[in-house]
């Protein structure tokens, strides 16, 4: 390894060991497919409320969101401002409703309600959403840990994906669950032992930091007016309450865990738990990135090498230095962004605390990645393979098949990690593809809980009207110039809100005047 020391090295080895002995400690239990999918119902709502906040603290929030509060203001953190109003929905509706089906799956209901393409339909967005989720949380470590060690970011996905997957194929969702509980407490503690050693390095201290951070406008919300082309207050305020009731509501990774509570009171408040430790904790990353920003621009050389560094990876390694130094001078700081905590942590973090704060990334990777192939594994097994291919198979059956998907879609979430080197923002990415992916999913979960007119017909005109206005609002950049008119004058954060209302919405319509007429 070129720039870790020894000791720090020892430190992320021996926690990435704890997490795979943890695998092997919990496969001992794992005696049938509902002990790996559900851990029987006997986890305790803090437990899960721990394991779902660690899921939603990744190390796209690790990476992601210092970075686009150091390329530009704390708009994003409106995000997490939305969270309680999507967990009330949430805690009041959608847990009693999964509770009561007693189904693993969260798509299961669907084909009950519309029939087998409304569940496919739902299985194939979720399958996209993770594997792009996995992705992007793969990207965001190999980013860090390529600046720590030298290696190739693809050859630090395969290593620390190797980990992840022996642990959850091993572990099942009771050793996810309880792994994430102490990657919660370790990544919390890493995020303020981060921002103590910025600002304890700051000349100037915390005031320096607010009054660069003010000069600067680093601690705006976004605009209040009431636009919705830009990334306004009301854009992310939107987009989160809808991205997070998907979560709640529609997401295997979330469903999951309300079966492996002991009841849906239980569930219900670890809900309430995971947003009352996220919203607060978020705020904290938002925090780092102003300090980044203030930090470095209190010394601007110390800038000068991430801006060549991103010049190089914009480029490619072959441009000419001068070409490079060039480019390197018209970059804004939203462009290198994601690369100024990994340099942060190389030259300033002591060493034994950078082997604790890597270990903290890695937890908030291995997290999500762990959950997110458990969670599609199960949805693999249940949705696809038993209901397409083999209904009845033995529990040993299952449970092989169970390991299959959840090595398959761990090596989908590497693939597709891959395929993002060199995106200038992993927030900015993730959010876009998963407002892509789910935009669907719920519009048609919500027709059916709540439009109880609504047939087979309705919901599938809907679909299609609504998977039209999703990939209009997606694509309209690629319609050529001379029918820019026709392209769509809105965020990208917004496909998720218009196309979650395009599907209910017309399905709602549809069915009222169709009860009318009859």
Known sequence: MKNLPLLDIAIIVLYLIAMVGVGIYFSRKNESSEQYTKASGKIPGWAIGLSIYATFLSSNTFLGVPGKAFGGNWNAFVFSISMPFAAWVAAKYFVPFYRSTGEVSAYTNLEKRFGPWARTYAVVCFLLTQITRMGSVFFGISLTLQALTGFSMETIMLVTGICIVIYTVLGGIEAVIWTEVVQAVLKTAGALLILYLIVSKMPGGVSKIIEIGQQSDKFSLGSFAPDFTTSTFWVVLLYGFFINLNNFGMDQNYVQRYHASSSAKEASKSIWLCVWMFVPVSLVFFVIGSCLFAYYQTTPSLIEPIKLQAAVEHLGATASQIDIANYAKTLQPSDY????????????IPTGLLGLIVSAILSAAMSTISSG????????????????????????QNMRLLYIGTVLFGLGGMACGIAMIGVKSILDIWWQLSGIFAGGMLGLFLLGIISKKSGNTEAMAATIIGIMVILWLSLSSLIPDQYDFLRSPLHANMVIVIGTLSIYLTGATIAKFRSVKA
């Not at 969670?375 to 291919?389: G, H, L, P």
């Open 337 to 348: 962004g994601d690369k100024v905590m990994p340099n942060f942590m190389v030259n300033m």
């Open 373 to 396: 192939m458990n969670a599609s594994a199960t949805v693999f097994s249940e949705d696809i393979y038993k209901r397409y291919s083999k209904k009845k198979i033995s529990d040993k």
